[in-house]
């Protein structure tokens, strides 16, 4: 399954990776492989290959399953890769309040057009935006997420989709069904 998984979405872990690294999908097969072994109740997820590549080009090779053992361990909620998601949900709901309250317009535009948070923002929380953002717009947020430590981590994800929303904002008024809206919101940005 995860090799599978490596080779559907290498082209987009590369992206994320950069044209110049030498990082293989063996380097992402051995880093989630590291990080399977150690992480305990945290199982594979989708999105998990995404989450490697930032790592592996931010620490190298051998920091990154370190990195990613104390990030998806230590720093973001016990709940949020679990086997029912439970702390991605709870981020998703909070989300739709969030929304409703700061980006008003946009949200009224986006439940009008059908576009619910859930079909956007669950693929941004999977991989922590690594698939969602420029390298180092990913980076920063990353940063952010290890700076600010348990168990505020996952809120500096929710901000950046807050920012995500309003940057998509001016462009989501002038859509005209939720495909071209959620496509918008899941632009890189």
Request: charged share 15%.
């Amino acid at each position: 399954q995860l090799r599978e998984d490596i080779d559907r979405s290498f082209v987009k872990i590369q992206n994320i990776l950069g044209t110049s690294s030498s990082f293989s999908k063996d380097d992402v097969f051995s880093c989630l492989c590291a990080v399977l072994a150690g992480a305990g109740s945290i199982g594979y997820f989708q999105g998990s290959c995404y989450v490697a590549g930032i790592a592996l080009r931010a620490v190298g090779a051998d920091a990154a399953p370190i990195l990613l053992l104390h990030l998806l361990g230590e720093i973001m909620p016990p709940d949020y890769y679990d086997s029912g998601l439970t702390g991605i949900n709870v981020d998703l709901a909070v989300l739709e309040q969030l929304l409703s309250l700061y980006c008003p317009a946009e949200h009224s535009f986006l439940m009008s057009s059908g576009s619910q948070c859930r079909y956007w923002a669950l693929p941004m929380l999977l991989c922590l935006l690594a698939d969602c953002t420029e390298f180092e717009v990913g980076a920063a947020l990353w940063e952010a997420i290890l700076l600010q430590g348990p168990p505020a981590g996952g809120s500096a994800v929710l901000r950046a989709l807050l920012h995500v929303v309003r940057q998509a904002g001016a462009k989501l008024s002038s859509c005209t069904d939720p495909k071209e809206a959620t496509g918008l919101c899941l632009a890189r940005h």
